[in-house]
């Protein structure tokens, strides 16, 4: 295995109280943009409306069409000359009335001169529906993630990645609210994939601490974590780095229609690499010493050492 760094010696755990106060500044800052926005901005799969790809012929300004169709949401395609991508929420129930009000509206305002490329329908009642299967599949996902891996590990180790997880998907959610990005049933493609990605890299170091601790039965937990940590740093750098470049080279070139998914894997991928060092690994150590007992892959020889307080 490619290693970028040799003999790494971090006391990873022994920050961790800088680390739960960085997670808290930030659940917090997400949640004081939920409350100010009044809630999260839902796209039309949620709410309920039209998008409609429009390609006019002559060029038109954004402002434009924003007078023309009052209300709606605006987006200028880099994909195409003079197309736009028209947003209209539509509250009535009747999924094929936004597509009339765009065109009845753009043939007053500009006759001809105008060709409706694609128009996506949703009633509100389904937008419902799926904001509601949207959450019960991340959290189907989370409960089959801690079975998993309690039982592979231990059940604590399977609830610190959970936590961990919850803890990445919830400050995700707070940038979007912060920086006003819609969320559509495409964003939860990307957080089920975030999900998955981060549990991924919680067991990497998971499973080199349980291998540690058969060889290292007498040394303090906090001690084998940390070095299992390091262990594994060069192998987290490589996977999430070059993850991470991908999905910022989507982020910047990619264009309108994945902005908000290359968004999520963006800060997804930080802040899941963050958590699998910063959170998951320190709730399992706070958790083994409260409860004063070894772990069941860390037994305690005859005459051996209780494991060292807290530091």
């Known amino acids: 295995m490619v290693e970028l760094f040799k003999n790494i010696q971090v006391d990873w755990l022994g920050k961790r109280k800088v680390f739960f106060t960085i997670s808290a500044a930030l659940l917090l800052l997400g949640m004081a943009a939920i409350v100010a926005n009044k809630g999260f ?21 954004v402002d434009t069409l924003r007078q023309t169709l009052p209300g709606s ?70 409960a089959g993630m801690l079975v998993y891996i309690g039982f592979r590990f231990e059940l604590i180790f399977g609830a610190a990645a ?21 969320i559509n049933l495409t964003v939860i493609a990307a957080l089920l994939t975030l999900v998955g990605y981060s549990v991924n890299d919680t067991i990497v170091v998971f499973d080199r601490v ?42 910047i070139f990619g264009g309108e229609i994945i902005n908000n998914f290359a968004f999520a894997m963006v800060v997804g991928i930080i802040v899941g690499t963050y958590s699998s060092i910063a959170v998951a ?30 530091r």
């Open 41 to 61: 901005r839902y796209g039309v799969d949620f709410k309920g409306g039209t998008i409609a790809r429009v390609r006019f012929t002559d060029p038109v300004t």
């Open 73 to 142: 949401q605006i987006m200028e395609m880099k994909s195409g000359a003079n197309e736009m991508q028209i947003q209209l929420e539509d509250e009535s129930g009747d999924a094929g009335l936004g597509r009339e009000t765009i065109d009845k509206a753009l043939k007053d305002k500009f006759g001809s001169k105008f060709e409706i490329l694609s128009a996506d329908s949703v009633g509100p009642r389904v937008g419902a529906r799926f904001r509601q299967q949207a959450v019960m599949v991340t959290l189907y996902a989370l």
């Open 162 to 182: 959970v936590f961990a997880v919850f803890h990445d998907t919830l400050i995700t959610l707070g940038f979007f609210s912060l920086f006003g990005y819609e």
């Open 210 to 251: 349980r291998e540690n601790l058969k060889t290292r039965r007498r040394d303090d937990l906090a001690d084998v974590m940390n070095d299992s940590i390091n262990q594994t740093m060069s192998r987290t750098i490589l996977t999430s780095g070059l993850t991470f470049l991908t999905v910022l080279a989507l982020f």
């Open 281 to 310: 690994s320190p709730l399992v150590l706070i958790y083994t010493r409260l409860r004063g007992k070894p772990m069941a892959s860390q037994p305690v020889r005859a005459g051996a050492p209780r494991p060292a307080k807290a």
